[in-house]
């Protein structure tokens, strides 16, 4: 798949205000036109970025004020690579623009003054950051005038290819590995999408895939079209920084699986900076990966420049890639903002989702849980300043998991009379309360 070809781009009569300009590789630089369908280099085998006009966008944003923009991914369209405006029309039209929620009783716990939740467990359609990265992949497919998306998921990345491909009305195949959060495969199924689960980890099942896409052609959403992918990534840091009144936090904070999340919300702030929209330059990322898989975490602490892959043993299943395809961008884009990475043990996880659930009343998954987890810890460690503005970011939603939460015991079941209610609900009085555990497994 690494032949490149040129294809015109079907129905492309009308075009996005897109600034992008072309392909080039991230390690060698060796430019590809946006048409083309090659997504890795052929010459150093990494990962391709997309490249802008950025005076072109800086013009379109001075032209068109951000009242006039819709409230959904597409705002900022000038930075996504997206020339159809059909297709643009078909995809992630109530994607993104997820809630910036001020935590103060989460910061109360963690003695953080100014902190805020960015809210992409309420992200639409699909309760996950990924209907961010999926929308790309689902709209450059249309432009591309294919009918069928394949995918590789730890989890979300399947249920944002399920839904956001029946709305635009392509086939989609889900192939999960063999560790995989049942409620997410069946949530596949009920959207229409065909799901194949691999006997293997993800990161046997991610090369397997790209075997199948060879072998058949079938674009693959974050594989093939991985480099349109990972642009839907910056839209978190756009939106941060907007609903932050065009302020860059001091602190960004997210867990990391396969790196584009944390690596794109670097190239975002950065394009800010360029456009001339926000000071960015002093904003910290910070990565949060479970013990049990932190190949990304543990290179950023050892300041090596790549990722020794791991085999992962965690709870934590959507953050379970132990050879991080953007691994080496997360580490660039952390150690040159002066961020770092932290990693927490299951129980802790777990611990994380049940202190944000008891401060804020939001129930995350275990991917969540861990950048709770770690911010707590950078707290404990005083890496926050008085006053600094910090924001976490929640990227999936704890429906989707709950089964897999370790369980809490179920209430008896009492006769439905006054005197048995009310010794019932003596006796609940008197338990722990969810806070309180938390706080007792992270020490908080
Ligand atoms: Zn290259």
Known sequence: MSTQTTESLPGSSQRTRSCATGLACHRCGKRYELADTVFACPDCGKGLDVVYDYELAARHFRDVP???????????????????????????????????????????????????????????????????????????????????????????????VASLAAKAGVDAYVFYPNALEVTKARVCMALGAKVCQVEGNYDEANRRCREVAENTGMDFANITLRPF???????????????????????????????????????????LQLLGLSET???????????????????????????????????AHSLAIGAPGDGYLVI????????????????????????????EGLLTEPAGGTTVAVLEKLAAAGRFSAGDTVVAIITGNGLKTLDEHPQKPWPAKVDCELDAMLAALGELKGGPTLIQSAREQLGV
Request: glycine content about 8%.
């Open 229 to 271: 992918y990972a642009e839907g990534a910056k839209t978190a840091a756009f939106e941060i920084v907007e609903q932050l009144d065009w302020h860059s936090p001091d602190h960004i904070i997210t867990a990391a699986a396969g790196g584009t999340l944390s690596s794109r919300l670097h190239k975002g702030l950065l394009e």
């Open 281 to 315: 330059d002093t904003t910290r990322i910070h990565i949060a990966q479970p013990s049990g898989c932190n190949p990304i975490a543990s290179a950023i602490i050892a300041e090596e420049a790549e990722v020794h892959p791991v085999t992962p043993e965690t709870a």
């Open 332 to 359: 660039d884009a952390v150690l040159k903002r002066g961020g770092t990475g932290g990693f927490a043990s299951d129980p802790e996880i777990f611990a994380g989702i049940d202190l944000l659930a008891a401060t």
């Open 66 to 160: 951000t009242e006039e923009r819709p409230q959904n991914i597409w705002h900022f369209e000038e930075l996504l690579p997206i020339v159809d405006a059909s297709a643009q029309a078909r995809v992630g039209q109530h994607s993104g623009y997820t809630p910036l929620i001020r935590a103060d009783r989460l910061g109360a716990e963690l003695g953080i003054d100014n902190l805020y939740i960015k809210d992409d467990s309420s992200n639409r359609p699909s309760l996950s950051y990924k209907d961010r990265v999926v929308s790309m992949s689902v709209a450059r497919l249309l432009e591309r005038g294919k009918t069928e998306i394949g995918c590789v998921s730890t989890g979300n990345v399947g249920t944002a």
